[in-house]
């Protein structure tokens, strides 16, 4: 009987005791072996006593399936782990009059929370017992996002994998949902989903499991339903849920490694489309073009009004693409290790055997990309430039894979996830602050993929550094960015200019956070020299200028900005003559900005100019400050930041803070 078939489900007569409870199963308690001293949080159990004919019973495939024939035992997961080690959990068991009482070890266990050191994480479990035997469960997480958005992936990480490959391959570094599945025209899916899912806690489904006696009973689909009330009884504000329909590996490893290649394809194809149509009967729909899937517990939400029918397919489950020797295909497989010029000579071989109008140059690989999707990935330009000349080149450019790319948004993805994060062993670490631009081979052929004939200097710089927007200074400073560094400017220097006359000790203690960039000695002396505190004050306001005028706030532009009219303020010329750098009132301007971020800090300059920060135009560096200041320090000349400066930046200046918010300092920066 195929596994596909006998979607039915049955009752049963005995009745069915579905246990709740909040329990840790990731994977760090497994690999561990031991428990640590973690202070635990109490555990929560609910004991619900259902019917069997309480449980689901429409037609709809169940979580885990049966495969009859050279396989036993098939169990449809929400996640893909490749580890021996997938057992049923520890705990999670009901106390009723049929059950044994537990030792003091399995109390223990019982009460370990290995997520105590995550508070933005909770852990949920649903259990389901027949005669007080758990016959199968459910597992998740509900994650808060709000504490983490600063270092959302740095943190999100670390519990497991399963955290960890939702939060890159769905959300940015600041936890909102990547605007590719909302706006692209191929990739947003079925466009249901969109910036609702940015605010709320959301339910990362990781494993659900019933025993093989008891499936095709509705029993799965019932436990993601109470795995569902559950998280929204934990967290009232946890509004969707999202899950990766897969299988457990280890239970269908042997089988598999039966089949011959083709059999074993279609074989796993079979699974995932099968784990699907589950998910889909749990009243889950695909986000996008992604391998995930997201259930809202709103009854209005569009996913909740679309049938499975109309629901979005991907076109194939498992995209490859390899090169296979001597496979009908433009290229073969010399062209991956050969540089450049021997891809090109590769291709014009191939041209003498199959003139240009051969349909073969058309032809895609197993992910569904052609021979320009190839190139644009491996960065050979004079091969790219070479193709953009024949009479197909046009369709190539514009043929998507099965992702919904052409060559170039391939090409632009590869390079983003390439930009955010860096794989090392068994750790995804997040590099976006450290990124230094893409290699020239690479922007050379996102300018012929764009169709810029003669690109110019700064467009060059500005595809270099990722800019999108067309717009960004130097190549790395948006408009957003730069509007927010010149409120500093402007609001800051005249804060400074307006108390200079102020006590001079009071004023530097009460700017500390502007001056965190000035020498110290030079902050001792602007206790007593009242020339230096105008003075430096007069060069934040000239970073504001600069940026006015689209330009970057070099020490040499500052510089020329105050020799206005071949006059230098004395205070300036008094700031400048004590050792002061111009520098220093730029990069008190990318701390402050980052003070007062949406993310980073308290979000004061979106609450105070959110309507004009939406008419200017979005880019991808709208928030990268840290990499727009290392950008900035590279071409000053100055030397790398102290890791205890970048951890200081990374979170919220508390200091800082309480100086922005103390009435004691709204007084001073008042004065007349």
């Not at 320009?372 to 953009?388: G, I, N, R, T, Y």
């Not at 940026?547 to 230098?568: C, Q, V």
């Amino acid at each position: 009987m195929n596994f596909l078939s006998d979607l039915a489900s049955t009752h049963f007569d005995e009745d069915v005791s579905v246990s709740l409870s909040l329990q840790n199963q990731s994977k760090k308690a497994r690999h561990q072996g031991t428990h640590s001293n973690v202070s635990s949080h109490d555990t929560v159990k609910e004991n619900i006593t259902r019917r069997p004919s309480d449980c689901d019973t429409s037609p709809a495939i169940s979580g885990h399936q049966t495969y009859t024939g050279e396989a036993s035992l098939i169990e449809l997961s929400s996640t893909k782990k490749d580890s021996d080690d997938d057992d049923l959990s520890d705990g999670g068991f009901s106390e009723d009059e049929t059950s044994e009482p537990m030792d003091e070890d399995e109390k223990e266990e019982e009460d370990y929370d290995e997520y105590s050191s995550w508070p933005w994480l909770t852990s949920v479990r649903t259990s389901c017992l027949v005669d007080g035997k758990e016959i199968g469960y459910c597992s998740g997480l509900v994650i808060d996002r709000e504490p983490i958005r600063a270092t959302f992936y740095r943190d999100i990480e670390e519990p497991s994998e399963d955290t960890c490959d939702m939060a890159y391959e769905l959300f940015d570094r600041w936890g909102n949902l990547k605007t590719q599945y909302t706006r692209h025209p191929v990739k947003k899916g079925t466009g249901i989903w969109g910036e609702e899912l940015n605010e709320s806690r959301i339910l990362l489904i990781e494993r659900i499991t019933v025993e093989e006696e008891y499936r095709r009973k509705g029993f799965g689909r019932k436990l993601v339903e109470d795995i569902l009330a559950k998280a929204q009884e934990v967290s009232p504000q946890c509004r969707f849920a999202i899950t990766r329909p897969a299988w457990l590996w280890p239970l269908i490893r042997d089988y598999y490694d039966t089949l011959p290649g083709e059999a074993s394809i279609s074989f796993l194809e079979s699974l995932q489309i099968a784990s699907d149509e589950f998910w889909r009967a749990c009243g889950f729909r695909p986000i996008g073009t992604s391998l995930y899937f997201g259930h809202a517990q709103d009854s209005a939400h569009p996913s909740r009004t679309l049938t499975a029918s109309d629901d979005y397919k991907r076109p194939k489950i498992f995209p490859s693409r390899n090169i296979q020797e001597g496979q009908e295909y433009p290229y073969n497989k010399a062209m991956v290790v050969v540089d450049d010029a021997g891809t090109l000579e590769l291709l014009k071989e191939r041209l003498e055997l199959h003139p240009d109008t051969d349909p073969s140059w058309l032809a895609i690989d197993g992910a569904g990309g052609n021979l320009m999707h190839m190139l644009a990935e491996m960065a050979k330009p004079d091969s790219l430039k070479w193709l953009l000349t024949w009479p197909f080149a046009e369709e190539l450019r514009q043929q998507r894979d099965f992702e919904g790319e052409n060559p170039l948004e391939y090409m632009e993805t590869t390079l983003e996830r390439r930009r955010i994060k860096r794989e090392v062993n068994m750790l995804t670490l997040p590099q976006s602050d450290q990124f230094v631009g893409y290699g020239r081979e690479h922007v050379v052929c996102m300018t012929l993929l764009r169709g810029m004939t003669a690109p110019s200097p700064t467009d060059f710089v500005r595809l270099t550094y990722g800019c999108t927007c067309g717009q960004c200074i130097g190549g790395f400073i948006s408009p957003r960015l730069a509007f927010a560094l010149c409120c500093q400017s402007e609001t800051g220097g005249d804060m400074l200019q307006r108390n200079t006359d102020f006590d001079g000790h009071v004023w530097v203690e009460v700017f500390a956070s502007e001056l965190r960039h000035v020498q110290p000695t030079l902050k001792r002396i602007m206790r007593t020299k009242k020339a230096l505190r105008q003075g430096f004050a007069n060069f934040l306001s000239y970073v504001g200028t600069a940026l006015e005028a689209k330009s970057l706030p070099t020490t040499a532009l500052l510089l020329d900005i105050s020799n206005d009219e071949r006059m230098r303020p004395p205070d300036d010329h008094e700031f400048l003559q004590r050792g002061g750098k111009p520098v220093s009132a730029v990069l008190a301007c990318f701390h402050g900005a980052m003070v007062q971020d949406l993310y980073l800090g308290d979000g004061f300059h979106e609450e105070s100019y959110g309507e004009y920060i939406e008419k200017l135009p979005e880019c991808r560096n709208d928030r990268e400050f840290a990499f727009a200041r290392r950008r900035f320090r590279i071409l000053e000349g100055l030397p790398e930041e102290s890791k205890s400066d970048v951890d200081s930046d990374s979170e919220r200046d508390d200091w800082s803070d309480q100086m922005i918010t103390t009435p004691w300092r709204q007084g001073i920066c008042n004065l007349p």
